[in-house]
């Protein structure tokens, strides 16, 4: 158990809908990360948050968006919904200060979009 | 910016043999980290080993054991004695520190009894 945990583990939804999935970090944690996993591909950044405040953006999608609040949980919004969102969504929390800042995965909420 | 390369998609070998899976990467950085994370049936993401660029000595966790090699950007993975759970996707990822990590597309291991 990596102490980071993700809701809900499975999400079934249909193209043009709008879902959310929720991350808490492990306690201490600042730092939060947004990975994509497509069928059997790597994991693809998409966004990260240090203690409230977006600080870095990799290839996400103007239809999705992300926040974290002053307790530190995370939210993913995805919205407008297409089959080829189908994916696993990682979330990963770290210090974010001391070096090599290992990060911590939670189990993943898998979306299918029908 | 930085890429990962895993080249082999899949390897099989017999429970107790060893095995070796190759990653490459490139960077302009001096400083980063490398790391192998194993994803099983579960899809859980699990780091196996982790390397520091700026240290010679290879890491070595328990059967795991890295050859990282900084000049040829090249760090690779050797697992002794497999055993059946060690059956997993592997993933190479590449990091500076604070910020995303970088992975590879993953090499599937099957150890078969």
């Known amino acids: 158990d990596s102490g980071v945990t993700q809701t809900p583990k499975h999400l079934i939804t249909a193209t043009g809908q709008r879902v959310t999935l929720r991350c808490s970090p492990r306690?201490?944690?600042?730092?939060v990360y947004w990975y994509q996993q497509s069928l059997d591909q790597g994991l693809q950044f998409l966004i990260q948050y240090y203690n409230g405040e977006e600080r870095a953006k990799g290839n996400i999608l103007e239809r999705f968006s992300a926040q974290q609040f002053p307790d530190l949980h995370s939210e993913l919004n995805l919205s407008s919904l297409e089959l080829g969102d189908s994916a696993l969504y990682f979330c990963?929390?770290?210090?974010?200060?001391?070096?090599?800042?290992?990060?911590?995965f939670g189990p993943g909420t898998r979306l299918t979009v029908l | 910016a930085q890429t990962v390369t895993q080249s082999q998609p899949e390897m099989s070998v017999q429970e107790a043999e060893t095995v070796t899976l190759s990653c490459t990467y490139d960077?302009?950085?001096?400083?980063?980290?490398l790391f192998w994370y194993k994803q099983p049936p579960s899809r859980q993401m699990i780091l196996v080993i982790r390397q520091e660029a700026y240290k010679q000595q290879n890491a070595t966790e328990n059967r795991f054991s890295v050859n990282f090699q900084k000049a040829a950007k090249s760090f690779s993975l050797k697992i002794s004695d497999s055993q059946l759970g060690d059956t997993a996707m592997y993933f190479c990822?590449?990091?500076?520190?604070?910020?995303?990590?970088?992975f590879g597309q993953g090499t599937r291991l099957t150890i078969n009894p």
């Open positions: 990963a929390s770290s210090e974010g200060g001391t070096l090599p800042d290992e990060q911590f």
């Open positions: 990822a590449f990091g500076l520190g604070a910020q995303k990590l970088v």
């Open positions: 306690s201490g944690d600042l730092s």
């Open positions: 960077t302009s950085e001096s400083n980063y980290y």
